[in-house]
């Protein structure tokens, strides 16, 4: 069965990487980070689903589903996300690679 989804709808993905030994801090602070980006990105329009998932293979990811190429651009102006959680994110030692929104072109 697929997903019935708005026409113009787009996956965010923010990839990452650090240094394996750091992963337990890497994970803490992704949890912790959840307090106060949550209740920011639920204020935006055009959301279906986020995810973040943190590998011990020393990579984090943070994926969102936007009904719009517009609405996912909003991402880069969110404070809490485009400031506050990628600079602690970065002062812990990740590094962020270029965000890429890709246009669904079909689902399962």
Request: proline share 7%.
């Amino acid at each position: 069965m697929s997903e019935s989804l708005p026409a113009t709808t787009v996956v965010r993905l923010s990839p990452g990487s650090f240094d394996p030994s750091r992963i337990a801090e890497i994970d803490a602070l992704a949890t912790k980070q959840a307090e106060y980006l949550v209740p920011a990105i639920k204020q935006l329009p055009g959301l279906l689903s986020w995810y973040t998932g943190v590998s011990p293979d020393s990579s984090i990811v943070n994926i969102s589903v936007r009904d719009s190429e517009e609405h996912a651009a909003q991402m880069g102006q969110l404070q809490e996300t485009a400031i506050v959680a990628r600079g602690d994110m970065q002062a812990v030692g990740v590094t962020f690679t270029p965000i890429v929104n890709y246009p669904i072109i079909w689902t399962i």
